[in-house]
């Protein structure tokens, strides 16, 4: 019984939860361990969402938005990416690994795309193993 | 094996202690220690911060004097990264203290202290307190109540909080004092001014002359006294000067601040979270026996009177005289820190004063620019409880590497085990005590306002 | 009808206490008629172990309001805080300390064992003493807030906290109402000049005064985050207003988030970082950042920095 990651995806409406949508009807297998959220633009995802995420048990996080200069609302996601720098940053400070969480850009067509930045933080975060609980406090 | 009594916790204190009285087989006293309960570890948590944000992080090591760490502070990172406020930064600042100085000696006094000698140190615990003053003397409370406020409000008014202050920055003060203010503030430092003579008139009627005994005897002891005074005449002085160290002979040894760390070290009991500062360069050691004592010296109100040859305001200075001329110099009776508290409290309204009239005080020039960089600064101050030290090393961004906090109040910390030993043995014999005696030994701890 | 009331501290510095007394007039009805202090170490002489101090239990009498201030950090404290949780059928928590930590669980970023052997390995502390152990209370782990260890009914952040919501949320008490607190950002309250933050691209040290007249209101004073300067006022809980206007702003220097975060489970240096980020400014460029949880260390929040074996550094 090997230890199965949770890893939660903050997928874009236009972009990846799109994608999501085609992986599916072209019966394009993505592991399991993904739970989607949708959002309607990666540039909502504050910084407190990825944390809370980790300190209730996911044991990943990934964003995923359109790519820069395709974003249904102009720049949400050069929003993203200044917030992804600083969750980077500071996911440390709080005792997580940096590895953890990652960000990634794709388009409604891409679902290949989508189904290889699920596999892959799966698989990194599987070989990091779960959250450390006892290192959170309370 | 006797009973230990156990005081807990120390009331009408800023602070958390308790004192414990060994008792022998026969009920006297064997041994007392005033385990101070409190730690928190600025010194070390400091460490990693840049050193301009040090005076508004130090003034959490107390809210009563948050003032006087805020200042230690400013002067302290001022001299690490080699900056000098322009002179109207350095009067803000200056009077900043002093309001600070009056509104803690209003509080003291009549709000901790005056309960024991207003209702009595066997009046029933219930009512021996400030709401037993409201109910016993209502319009004198109301008066405290209303003068304390006043002096609170005045810090506001000037620099936006009273308690945990942030005017004082690191090359002077943040803000300029307007005229209009300044009429203002001197229109209520008068104010004070008369309230203070008030309180130095009512304590000698009410207090002084009833408890004269009590006064004379209870927590006595001999110590040496450390100050701060002019570097010129000796006066007395709470912002800057010289430091000066009084042996119980009256001899003396001026220092200065930056050279504290050749005169005091701190010795340490694994039964006191509070250190026990001692003079080392007296190079006779640590004890507080009392038959022996070696290397303690006392800080604070009657400290610091001792030390100084003189208080350059009028009416503080007639004081000092006067009670100089009753108790000689150096004044050792303990409860005389009370009497000495309402004679600087008249120096402090007559200085504040005296600096409100100066012209430059509303001067725009009030900060000097500084660079971050790697320095060592010591910053001193008289709190109302002692000669406060900062000690700050920064590395080249100008973050704290190292601190090193001797707070005013520490000091007094071998002293008043003394003087519990002192009270507690010459009150308690043979096992035979009651509530309004265990008042009394704290009554030799609340004198020095710890 | 007077309520009983009961007043403690624990990892405190008494500026709560102070603040308190700073309610102004009104505290003396407060104090006299409307309240009865049944136990308040600082004004009156309850004591622990019986008057003449020959208890063996630790005990404070039943209250219909308690109030405590100061964070979780030793062994007493926690007695404390669970006898006043037991006695006191309202218990709010007092100032930032209570509610979140404050200033002392900037503690919690020092590795434990080395942060306490420090303090007493001072310059001038005499050589090779230990940390005391004696009939003083043991810490605990870290700082802790009081709501990580017992229910508290009502948060009063603030350091201090305002003498007028201190007095507003005791009268509430008093004539049996829910008190009336604010609820937004210091920003909320703030009446600086904003005119948009797009010239802003790092974060400058308060190293000299901010830009403003002197014989000007703060209305007319440009934001202070507009200058280029930290302020914490948009990850802060408004309440420190006490003349109509922030009290820091009010000296004209930038608010270091002393009421905590605005909603009570928040993250100020997150939240911070990422509002510094969100408007294009370099976040990087905090020198320090850990300290913006200087008030908001407890909950487990801020911790040691760990040491990265591999790299060799200490």
Redesign the interface.
């Known amino acids: 019984m090997g230890f199965e990651p949770k890893i939660i995806a903050f997928c874009c409406n236009w972009c990846s939860y799109a994608a999501a949508d085609l992986a599916g009807t072209a019966r394009m297998q993505y592991p399991h361990n993904v739970r989607i959220i949708r959002v309607m633009c990666s540039g909502m995802v504050h910084p407190e969402l990825v944390l809370d995420a980790l300190s209730h048990g996911a044991d990943g996080v990934i964003v995923l938005g359109c790519h820069l200069g395709e974003c249904h609302y102009q720049d949400g996601n050069h929003k993203a990416l200044a917030r992804s720098a600083v969750i980077t940053e500071l996911l440390e400070d709080f005792g997580y690994e940096t590895e953890r969480y990652e960000i990634s850009w794709l388009s409604s067509s891409e679902p290949d795309r989508l189904v290889k930045a699920f596999t892959d933080i799966t698989e990194r975060v599987r070989k990091m193993g779960p959250v450390n609980a006892h290192d959170l406090a309370g | 094996m006797g009973?230990v009594?156990?005081?807990?916790?120390?009331?009408?204190?800023?602070?958390?202690a308790?004192i414990?009285?060994h008792l022998d087989d026969q009920g006297n006293v064997r041994d007392t220690?005033l385990?101070?309960?409190?730690?928190?570890?600025f010194?070390?948590?400091?460490e990693?911060?840049?050193a301009?944000?040090i005076p508004?992080?130090v003034t959490?090591?107390?809210?009563?004097c948050?003032w006087m760490h805020h200042l230690a502070a400013s002067k302290a990172v001022d001299a690490a990264f080699g900056v000098t406020p322009p002179p109207a930064g350095r009067l803000l600042r200056e009077i900043c203290q002093l309001f600070a100085h009056i509104t803690d000696k209003i509080?003291h006094f009549f709000?901790?202290a005056a309960p024991d000698f207003v209702l009595g140190p066997d009046a029933d615990?219930?009512v021996?307190?400030?709401?037993g003053i409201?109910?016993a003397e209502p319009e004198l409370?109301?008066r405290v109540?209303?003068m304390?406020?006043l002096g609170?409000m005045m810090l506001?008014r000037l620099?936006?909080?009273?308690?945990?202050?942030?005017?004082g920055?690191?090359?002077g003060f943040?803000?300029?004092m307007?005229e209009t203010e300044r009429q203002e503030l001197l229109r209520d430092a008068e104010t004070l001014l008369d309230f203070s003579c008030y309180a130095l008139d009512f304590a000698k009627n009410t207090v002084f002359t009833r408890y004269m005994d009590v006064i004379r005897e209870l927590g006595a002891i001999t110590t040496g006294f450390l100050g701060t005074v002019d570097r010129d005449d000796g006066s007395l002085r709470l912002y800057d000067g010289r430091q000066r160290l009084m042996k119980a002979d009256g001899s003396c040894i001026d220092f200065e601040g930056d050279r504290?760390?050749d005169h005091?070290?701190?010795?340490?009991?694994?039964?006191?979270?509070g250190?026990m500062?001692y003079a080392k360069s007296w190079q006779e050691g640590?004890s507080l026996n009392p038959a022996a004592p070696a290397g303690i010296y006392r800080s604070n109100t009657l400290a610091r009177i001792n030390v100084c040859e003189k208080i350059s305001t009028p009416r503080a200075q007639a004081a000092l005289e006067e009670f100089r001329g009753i108790f000689g110099r150096p004044a050792q009776q303990t409860l005389l820190y009370h009497y000495t508290r309402l004679i600087e409290l008249l120096y402090v309204c007559e200085r504040a004063i005296e600096l409100l009239q100066r012209d430059e005080v509303t001067d725009?020039r009030?900060?000097a620019?500084?660079?971050?960089r790697a320095g060592r600064g010591v910053g001193i101050v008289e709190a109302p409880r002692g000669t406060l030290i900062h000690?700050y090393t920064t590395d080249r961004?100008?973050?704290i590497t190292?601190?090193?906090?001797?707070v005013g109040t520490t000091h007094n910390i071998g002293p008043m085990n003394m003087s519990v030993r002192q009270a507690a043995t010459s009150l308690i014999k043979g096992g035979v005590?009651?509530?309004g005696l265990?008042?009394k030994v704290e009554m030799a701890v609340r004198a020095y306002d710890p | 009808m007077s309520v009983r009331a009961a007043l403690e501290w624990l990892n405190s510095c008494s500026g709560c206490e102070i603040a308190i007394l700073n309610i102004g007039e009104a505290l003396v009805p407060l104090l006299t008629q409307h309240l009865d202090l049944v136990h308040a170490p600082i004004l009156m002489d309850h004591k622990y172990l019986g008057q003449r101090g020959d208890g063996t239990e630790l005990d404070i009498p039943e209250a219909e309001v308690g109030l405590v201030s100061g964070g979780v950090a030793n062994i007493e404290h926690l007695q404390v805080l669970v006898k006043m949780r037991e006695r006191c059928r309202v218990l709010i928590a007092l100032g930032t300390c209570a509610t979140h930590g404050g200033i002392p669980a900037l503690m919690n970023g020092q590795d434990r064992r080395e942060g306490w052997e420090g303090v007493f390995a001072t310059r001038t502390t005499d050589p090779g003493c230990s940390v005391p152990d004696i009939e003083v209370p043991a810490p605990l782990d870290r700082v802790y807030a009081c709501d990580e260890k017992v229910k508290i009914d009502l948060f009063l952040p603030g350091c201090p906290p305002n003498p007028a919501l201190i007095a507003e949320v005791l009268m509430a008490v008093v004539e049996g109402r829910d008190p009336v607190l604010p609820q937004k950002s210091v920003c909320d309250t703030c009446p600086a000049k904003r005119e948009g933050k797009g010239a802003v691209s790092v974060v400058r040290r308060f190293l000299i005064n901010a830009e403003f007249l002197a014989e000007d209101p703060v209305g007319r004073m440009r934001c202070l985050l507009e200058q280029g300067f930290m302020c914490m006022g948009p990850v802060t809980a408004a309440g420190c207003a006490g003349r109509g206007l922030p009290r820091c702003i009010e000296a004209r220097v930038p608010c270091r988030g002393c009421f905590g975060p605005v909603r009570r489970d928040g993250n100020q240096m997150l939240d911070m970082m990422n509002a510094l980020a969100s408007n294009g400014i370099d976040f990087k460029s905090v020198v320090d950042r850990r300290s913006l949880l200087r008030f908001s260390g407890a909950h487990g929040l801020l911790r040691p920095v760990k040491k990265k074996p591999a790299a060799g550094r200490g």
């Open positions: 009973t009594i156990n005081i807990a916790p120390i009331t009408r204190i800023e602070g958390h308790k414990a009285i220690f385990h101070i309960q409190s730690l928190r570890g010194e070390k948590f400091v990693g911060r840049p301009e944000e508004r992080i959490r090591i107390c809210g009563i948050p509080l709000f901790l615990y219930s021996r307190n400030v709401m409201v109910k409370a109301a109540v209303k304390r406020q609170q506001e620099a936006g909080k009273a308690i945990h202050p942030v005017a920055v690191v090359g943040s803000r300029p307007l504290y760390a005091i070290g701190e010795h340490v009991e694994p039964w006191s979270y250190k500062p640590f725009t009030i900060r620019a500084a660079e971050p000690d961004n100008g973050c190292k601190a090193n906090l001797i005590y009651d509530e265990l008042n």
